[in-house]
C-alpha cells in the first residue's frame, strides 16, 4: 500500500479512498472520495478533483475543511489500522493529483504541514555538523 492509491476501504459500504502517508510517515491514512459539494465552498473548505480511474469509472473529490476558530473541521480522513481496512485496490492517482491532495492537508491539518515540512526539508550544515559530533 502506497500514498496515491485509490482503494475501496471497509464502512458500512464500500467506499473510495486515496491513500496518504500519516503523520510520522510510519502508517498511512485514508481520505475518502466523495461527491462534489452542491453549494459554495469558498472559505471553509477546499476540494481537489480526483479522476475517474480505468475500471472504475466514480469520479469525485477530496474535500477538506480550512481551520476556523470554533469549528469542528469535517476531513473526511481517517487512520488505516490494519490491511482489513481495505477491500481491494482500484488504482492510482497521477502524481499531480496526489501532490495537489498533499498540498490540501498541508493547507488545512497543521500536524500535516509540521510532518511534511520535515520530510521534505534538506539537511543544512548545521544537522550536517550536529550529526558528524554524534
Given at each position: 500500500m502506497n500514498a496515491g492509491e485509490v482503494w475501496l476501504a471497509n464502512f458500512d459500504q464500500p467506499r473510495p479512498v486515496v491513500l496518504l502517508?500519516?503523520?510520522?510517515?510510519?502508517?498511512?491514512?485514508?481520505?475518502?472520495?466523495?461527491?462534489?459539494a452542491a453549494t459554495d465552498i469558498t472559505g471553509t473548505?477546499?476540494?481537489?478533483?480526483?479522476?475517474?480511474?480505468?475500471?472504475?469509472?466514480?469520479?469525485g473529490v477530496v474535500r477538506m475543511a480550512l481551520p476556523i476558530d470554533g469549528a469542528i473541521p469535517c476531513t473526511w480522513m481517517f487512520d488505516i489500522s490494519s490491511e482489513s481496512d481495505l477491500a481491494e485496490k482500484i488504482?492510482?492517482?497521477?502524481?499531480?493529483t496526489l501532490?495537489?491532495?498533499?498540498?490540501?492537508?498541508?493547507?488545512?491539518?497543521?500536524?500535516?504541514?509540521?510532518?511534511?515540512?520535515?520530510?521534505?526539508?534538506?539537511p543544512t550544515a548545521h544537522d550536517s555538523a550536529r550529526r558528524s559530533r554524534s
Open positions: 502517508h500519516s503523520v510520522g510517515g510510519t502508517s498511512l491514512r485514508g481520505i475518502q472520495i466523495v461527491a462534489p473548505a477546499i476540494e481537489v478533483s480526483v479522476p475517474a480511474l480505468e475500471g472504475f469509472a466514480f469520479s488504482g492510482t492517482v497521477p502524481a499531480a501532490a495537489e491532495i498533499e498540498l490540501m492537508v498541508e493547507l488545512c491539518d497543521p500536524a500535516w504541514r509540521t510532518f511534511s515540512r520535515a520530510i521534505q526539508a534538506p
